[in-house]
């Protein structure tokens, strides 16, 4: 099966989050850096990946992803800092 992923991308100062679904990571987050997609990624330039899950299934990662866009903020953070502490920029690999 392919690989899929929900991902959270953030803006430099780590104030507003976006929760996104894609099954080309690197693809999806060099969009955003360019600001194609998203109306709501460029209106808040969000173009820094903070935190991302990997899935063997679209429907785990979109059912993952629908529930994450339901979350606090708070919720959000915590999650993020769970597998990264300091909410830098993760370099896809």
């Not at 929900?6 to 803006?11: E, G, L, Q």
């Not at 899935?55 to 993020?80: H, M, P, S, V, Y």
């Amino acid at each position: 099966m392919k690989t899929s992923y929900t991902y959270i991308i953030s803006n430099k100062y780590r104030t507003t989050f976006y929760t996104g679904v894609t099954s080309n990571l690197n693809k999806r987050i060099s969009e955003h850096q360019n600001g194609i997609g998203s109306e709501f990624t460029k209106k808040y330039n969000l173009k820094d990946l903070v935190y991302y899950e990997e899935f063997t299934d679209i429907n785990q990662a979109i059912a993952r992803e629908k529930q994450i866009k339901n979350w606090k903020k708070e919720w959000k953070l915590n999650l993020i800092k769970e597998k990264n502490p300091i909410l830098k920029t993760l370099q896809i690999m």
